[in-house]
T-cell receptor
């Protein structure tokens, strides 16, 4: 199993650009989520999904969109990037109600 | 979900036990205590979780006080590779909103 994979590893955007961060898992996990981590801070939940076709907002959802058309994939879209979205983004998945989350390696995003 | 309080940093000598405390005085009866760690800039890694009984696995032990208002994560023989930020999280099992906080930065010294 590859586990949770994220692409790209690094990305630089200009203010106003849009992009999609990709996340995929091959463990048949129902639950997937996106976090952001700013320097010196803990992780903050952006959006999560409890299954294909079902998504919900976390602590900091503004400026981000998600969709979940398959069990495996959970992309995160930045509609119009802002410097405040410079952060490291982690995707995670879990099988059974959140007892053990498996995290991807992260995407380091810089918005100029 | 209840909030947690952890010391910002701790040191531990290599080979000794590392005891990481966490206060969660407002924990409710159906909330579990979870521990994760984050090594350098990697994604967090699950360590252990428990409700009210002490738990042990191959990585660590979790000791929860009888009133459940605090807990301690024990790494029995810390190694340099255990240097990381350790997060204590309180969450209702079956829900999905983890609140991570800023954790404890553990430094294992040679």
């Amino acid at each position: 199993n590859a586990g949770v994979t994220q692409t790209p590893k690094f990305q630089v955007l200009k203010t106003g650009q849009s992009m999609t961060l990709q996340c995929a898992q091959d463990m048949n996990h129902e639950y997937m989520s996106w976090y952001r981590q700013d320097p010196g801070m803990g992780l903050r939940l952006i959006h999560y999904s409890v299954g294909a076709g079902i998504t919900d907002q976390g602590e900091v959802p503004n400026g981000y969109n998600v969709s979940r058309s398959t069990t495996e994939d959970f992309p995160l879209r930045l509609l119009s990037a802002a410097p405040s979205q410079t952060s490291v983004y982690f995707c995670a998945s879990t099988k059974d109600g959140g007892n053990e989350q498996f995290f991807g390696p992260g995407t380091r995003l810089t918005v100029l | 979900d209840a909030k947690t309080t952890q010391p910002p940093s701790m040191d531990c000598a290599e080979g000794r036990a590392a005891n990481l405390p966490c206060n969660h005085s407002t924990i409710s009866g159906n909330e579990y205590v979870y521990w994760y760690r984050q090594i350098h800039s990697q994604g967090p890694q699950y360590i252990i979780h428990g409700l009210k009984n002490n738990e042990t696995n191959e990585m660590a032990s979790l000791i929860i006080t009888e009133d459940r208002k605090s807990s301690t994560l024990i790494l029995p023989h810390a190694t340099l590779r255990d240097t990381a930020v350790y997060y204590c999280i309180v969450k209702t099992s079956g829900t999905y909103k983890y609140i991570f906080g800023t954790g404890t930065r553990l430094k294992v010294l040679a």
